[in-house]
């Protein structure tokens, strides 16, 4: 069965369940009111007859019994209406009867009556000396005893009983307000199932038509488009889902967009690293033929020697930056964190990297305490520092290198600024990105790297605990400003965040 149908009948169901029993507490409560209404309309007329035909003595003000005369006037005018009664004495005498009218009282009953309480029969048979004429369902029954709701109602004067009025209608004259009350009831009940199957249909159809937007959504990202999403107007659980839905959609979007950008970089990497491979590769078989074959004169020996050293160190670095990357990405690396001198092992790499500024006609300042204590490993302090110290000289020329640092209340912050070529806001956020270059012009041997120094970097200052953040302007030089926590702030163990995260 289709979710439409499954739906409708469900919410039929529901408001048919509704329905009948607010149809049926409805015809209790009817019942219940057309009797009540009747017995305090019967008991309003009780009352009138009394007040009406009592007479009473001018002198003693003693009670003198009824008026005859305005009985029987009474008794025409509420017969019209199908309404009898008879008027009994203390001594449960009668005293008046319209057409022939007689109570069914028991001894029971009559005690009551004494005690001044009202009694109300719902179905009672009183001989009556004329039919209802207005009866159906009790034609079966004889003529004298038709079925009559009425009330015995007693009356005192200075505490003393002197007359018990019984008056009554016909239970058919009831039951046809009742039956008029039922048919319009019926009606109505027929015109709300109706309008019940027609609200049913439209919630119905309306939940069925959302969700097949969704599968319209969902076939639309199986074929790999990924920008659909779905319109969400209310708050309920389906556009819940919907917005859980475009949510979805946008990560696939995004990480899409970040498999492609990976593969293009994957891709230039490959040609990179061709490149950088080919080149002294091909330096270093050319020479070692040159040396085979005596080719090269004697004191040009020593030289080739040095360039085929020179460029088998490049080839080793290459190499050395993809496998340090693939152990950082997968957490493959121990680290042993210490607390040592921070300032000891920056002048040490100020001075192995002097001439490499020297060459690029750099100055290397450096501007740290005696002592800067900081807690990390200290292999991979050296790494960090290096690349950056490096990627700092790489790119600028005729410039400035500073290294700074001191003591924060809950670590060691670093910074190195440079005022070289800078970087654009674009380049600044993707630099942290494997086999990202943000100047792919310098691709030759002077500047050009792996592009996985950054990603490397940005890793190992992340299983420290620490951040590294990059301020930069085209043209101005670029700030490096690295944090590394002490011990009782660094987490014990830190796992890198993926490439998408990068």
């Known amino acids: 069965m289709k979710l439409i149908y499954r739906q409708m009948l469900s919410f039929f169901a529901v408001i048919c369940t509704l329905l009948i029993i607010v149809t049926i507490s409805f015809i209790n409560v009817t019942n219940r009111t057309l009797y009540t209404n009747t017995w305090r309309e019967l008991q309003q007329d009780a009352d009138s007859l009394i007040q009406d035909s009592i007479k009473y003595d001018q002198t003693t003000r003693q009670f003198k019994g009824l008026k005859t005369s305005s009985l029987k006037s009474n008794a025409n005018l509420l017969a019209r209406q199908n309404v009898h009664f008879a008027i009994y004495d203390a001594d449960q005498q009668k005293i008046f009867a319209s057409n022939g009218y007689t109570a069914t009282l028991t001894k029971k009953e009559w005690?009551?009556?004494?005690?001044?309480?009202?009694?109300?029969?719902?179905?009672?048979?009183?001989?009556?000396?004329?039919?209802?004429?207005?009866?159906?369902?009790?034609?079966?029954?004889?003529?004298?005893?038709?079925?009559?709701?009425?009330?015995?109602?007693?009356?005192?004067?200075?505490?003393?009983?002197?007359?018990?009025?019984?008056?009554?209608?016909?239970?058919?004259?009831?039951?046809?307000?009742?039956?008029?009350?039922?048919?319009?009831?019926?009606?109505?009940?027929?015109?709300?199932?109706?309008?019940?199957?027609?609200?049913?249909?439209?919630?119905?159809?309306?939940?069925?038509?959302?969700?097949?937007?969704?599968?319209?959504?969902?076939?639309?990202?199986?074929?790999?488009?990924?920008?659909?999403?779905?319109?969400?107007?209310?708050?309920?659980?389906?556009?819940?889902?919907?917005?859980?839905?475009?949510?979805?959609?946008?990560?696939?979007?995004?990480?899409?967009?970040?498999?492609r950008q990976q593969e293009e970089r994957r891709r230039r990497f490959m040609a990179d690293a061709a490149h950088e491979m080919r080149t002294p590769l091909t330096t270093i078989n050319g020479l070692l033929e040159g040396l085979a074959y005596d080719a090269i004169p004697e004191e040009d020996k020593k030289h080739s020697i040095q360039l085929m050293q020179n460029d088998t160190r490049r080839l080793i670095r290459l190499v050395n930056d993809t496998l340090d990357y693939e152990k950082i990405r997968t957490n493959q690396i121990s680290m042993d964190r210490k607390v040592f001198d921070a300032t000891a092992v920056i002048n040490n790499l100020q001075a192995q990297l002097r001439k490499k500024a020297k060459v690029q006609n750099d100055e290397l300042a450096v501007d740290l305490p005696k002592v800067l204590r900081v807690y990390a490993d200290y292999d991979r302090f050296v790494q960090i520092m290096f690349n950056i110290i490096q990627n700092a000289i790489q790119f600028t020329k005729n410039g400035k290198i500073e290294i700074s640092g001191r003591r924060l209340p809950k670590g060691a912050e670093f910074a190195i600024k440079d005022n070289g070529i800078g970087m654009t806001k674009e380049q600044t956020e993707q630099i942290w990105e494997r086999f990202y270059k943000a100047d792919r012009s310098r691709m030759n041997t002077q500047y050009g790297e792996s592009g996985l120094g950054l990603a490397i970097v940005h890793h190992l200052v992340e299983l420290h605990g620490g951040t590294i953040k990059v301020a930069s302007e085209l043209g101005k030089g670029t700030t490096f400003t690295l944090f590394f926590p002490d011990r009782e702030y660094a987490p014990h163990a830190i796992t890198p965040r993926s490439e998408t995260d990068v």
């Open 111 to 259: 005690q009551a009556l004494k005690q001044g309480k009202t009694i109300q029969k719902k179905i009672d048979h009183p001989r009556l000396d004329v039919s209802d004429k207005n009866r159906t369902k009790e034609k079966s029954k004889p003529g004298p005893h038709p079925s009559m709701t009425d009330i015995l109602r007693p009356y005192f004067y200075q505490g003393k009983l002197v007359a018990v009025v019984s008056i009554g209608t016909f239970v058919s004259t009831v039951e046809q307000s009742r039956h008029q009350i039922l048919n319009n009831l019926l009606a109505t009940f027929v015109i709300a199932m109706l309008v019940a199957l027609v609200v049913s249909y439209l919630l119905a159809r309306s939940t069925t038509q959302r969700i097949s937007k969704m599968r319209r959504a969902t076939h639309q990202i199986a074929r790999g488009n990924y920008k659909v999403h779905i319109d969400t107007q209310s708050n309920d659980e389906l556009d819940d889902l919907g917005r859980d839905f475009n949510q979805m959609a946008d990560a696939l979007q995004a990480s899409q967009e970040e498999i």
